[in-house]
């Protein structure tokens, strides 16, 4: 049965590291780490998540966007495994929203990213897939892919003021989007 893993917190050092490339996807040992890391990530509440949150530094990730309380107007789709992803291009436009981190705890900020990037990766069946994602979902697959350079959202900011609690994120700016989608 998968497992619930521990998630390592901001100051970790493996959370700094740049991870290695998965070459053997049917073993064993990594099939179990896509259930494990699947579980979870829907255990946690996340739209996303990187192998190296879970001490395994390795160039894998799960896009699982989905609408849940900590992202309300989140699109639905099929958590999506994607193993030595890589961006193949990019859109020149760039927007700014609000991200969080299951490894930085009790704070959000505000983070610019492509709009829409074009990616391609293996698939836990060893297929090599390519996409074209948009918008949140985009979003989610820069985020976790900065986590396999040893990278956090708190690198991205444009300033510290950019920095938010995860209080007046819930309380303030989601009641405010919520209404903005109900006038749309
Ligand atoms: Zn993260």
């Not at 190296?52 to 992202?71: C, D, G, T």
């Not at 789709?77 to 930085?104: A, F, Q, R």
């Amino acid at each position: 049965m998968a497992k619930l893993l521990q998630i390592l917190q901001l100051g970790n050092p493996i959370l700094r590291q740049t991870t290695q490339p998965i070459y053997h996807i049917h073993d064993d040992r990594v099939q179990v780490l896509i259930d494990n890391l699947m579980t979870t990530l829907i255990k946690s509440n996340g739209v996303g998540i990187a192998a190296p949150q879970v001490s395994e530094s390795y160039r894998m990730l799960i896009v699982a966007s989905r609408p849940n309380p900590r992202y309300p107007n989140a699109p639905e789709m099929k958590p999506t495994v994607m193993i030595n992803p890589h961006i193949v291009d990019h859109s020149d436009d760039m927007v700014n929203d609000w991200e969080g981190c299951l490894s930085v705890p009790g704070i959000r900020g505000l983070v610019p990213r492509y709009q829409q990037i074009e990616i391609e990766y293996t698939t836990r069946d060893g297929r090599i897939d390519r996409q074209v994602l948009t918008d949140f979902v985009a979003r989610i697959f820069q985020h976790e892919f900065d986590h396999l350079n040893g990278l956090v959202f708190l690198d991205r900011l444009e300033g510290v003021q950019d920095i938010i609690t995860e209080q007046e994120y819930l309380t303030r700016i989601v009641p405010a989007t919520v209404e903005q989608h109900k006038i749309k």
